[in-house]
């Protein structure tokens, strides 16, 4: 199985501010999904998008997915300081077999 | 709450220990994991197991043995660890029939001295 890897490892911005992580991964998925870890907390799911998906949206977070550069992002727009976790991104290869693998994540602070 | 415990949430043992860690899910669901997560290391999946059989098993050395004795439950067995095995271990579950969420569990915080 294969990991997605996140960038930046870290990432520090003011409240009210957009922040955007990325992930890329190496292999053909069925569909990749973000994670929240507040710390030393069990992870969140966020959302789900497809790999025959573009962009996806809930609330304030704005997923793509560009499977020619095997690459996704995350956007949080207009940040909170409740915000301020790490954001993992899961892949599953494609083949059926659904076992999301993680990389390294993305810790971002968000300043009152 | 994500209908997924895990117990206990802190363990302290010696090298010379055994201990089971816990795992329970009430969502219905047909696969659980392991993982552990070690300070600024990927996520690693430990084991999987799907419909109470192991169907993935990523090296892990024999002093973790895992335990599924039906699909709501899920134990890790631990003994004779090493220091460097110290770390947060999160179970989680999902329905592996398609692409859905894992949930997970608050984890256990593992300190091997």
């Known amino acids: 199985s294969q990991q997605g890897e996140e960038d930046p490892q870290a990432l520090s911005i003011q409240e009210g501010e957009n922040a955007t992580m990325n992930c890329s991964y190496k292999t053909s998925i069925n569909n990749l999904q973000w994670y929240r870890q507040n710390s030393g907390r069990g992870l969140v799911h966020l959302i789900l998008?497809?790999?025959?998906?573009r962009e996806k949206h809930s609330g304030r977070l704005r997923v793509t997915l560009d499977t020619s550069k095997k690459s996704s992002s995350l956007l949080i727009t207009a940040s909170r300081a409740a915000d301020t976790a790490s954001y993992f991104c899961a892949t599953d290869a494609s083949g059926g077999s659904y076992i999301p693998t993680f990389g390294r994540g993305t810790s971002l602070i968000v300043h009152p | 709450e994500t209908g997924v415990t895990q117990t206990p949430r802190h363990l302290v043992m010696g090298m010379t220990n055994k201990k089971s860690l816990k795992c329970e899910q009430h969502?219905?669901?047909?696969?659980m994991y392991w993982y552990k997560q070690s300070a600024k290391k990927p996520l690693e999946l430990m084991f999987v197991?799907?419909?109470?059989?192991?169907?993935e098993n990523n090296s892990v050395p024999s002093r973790f043995s895992p335990e599924c004795p039906n699909s709501s439950h899920l134990f890790l067995h631990l003994h004779t660890l090493q220091p460097e095995d110290s770390a947060l271990y999160l179970c989680a579950s999902s329905q592996r029939t398609g692409p859905t969420e894992a949930f997970f569990g608050q984890g256990t915080r593992l300190t091997v001295v």
């Open positions: 969502l219905g669901h047909n696969a």
């Open positions: 998008i497809r790999s025959n998906e």
């Open positions: 197991y799907s419909l109470e059989e192991r169907v």
